[in-house]
Nanobody, 127 residues
Framework: QVRLVESGGGLVQAGGSLRLSCAASGLTIRNYAMGWFRQAPGREREFVATITWTNNTVYADSVKGRFTVSRDNAKNTVYLQMSSLKPEDTAVYSC?????????????????????WGQGTQVTVSS
């Protein structure tokens, strides 16, 4: 059974930093693209970043240069380092597991490109 558990969210002032973690069980993340999405109240789920099984990374324009996605295959964990946070980054952040052994495609910027999801962790950025 695949399980993804996010942690590391919280309340931070604008300009601050947070590191989110996504611990996986029931799968070996090294074989999969792993993505981060976020959803703010009243808005659709939004792509944030993805890291392919070959460690290629792709970011949404809104977070490029501020966020970094990485993975530790030995710990079976994916991370999202967030810096220079803005109030508009406030959302529930979720990680997701994509298809195995696939190169990047536009599908990985869409929720439909992922098979399993975590419950999410709340990030709140105050102004």
């Amino acid at each position: 059974q695949v399980r993804l558990v996010e942690s590391g969210g919280g309340l931070v002032q604008a300009g601050g930093s947070l590191r989110l973690s996504c611990a996986a069980s029931g799968l070996t993340i090294r074989n999969y693209a792993m993505g981060w999405f976020r959803q703010a109240p009243g808005r659709e789920r939004e792509f944030v970043a993805t890291i392919t099984w070959t460690n290629n990374t792709v970011y949404a324009d809104s977070v490029k240069g501020r966020f970094t996605v990485s993975r530790d295959n030995a710990k079976n964990t994916v991370y999202l380092q967030m810096s220079s946070l803005k109030p508009e980054d406030t959302a529930v952040y979720s990680c997701a597991q994509g298809s195995p052994f696939r190169a990047y495609s536009n599908a990985l910027s869409l929720p439909a490109g992922y098979n399993y999801w975590g419950q999410g962790t709340q990030v709140t950025v105050s102004s």
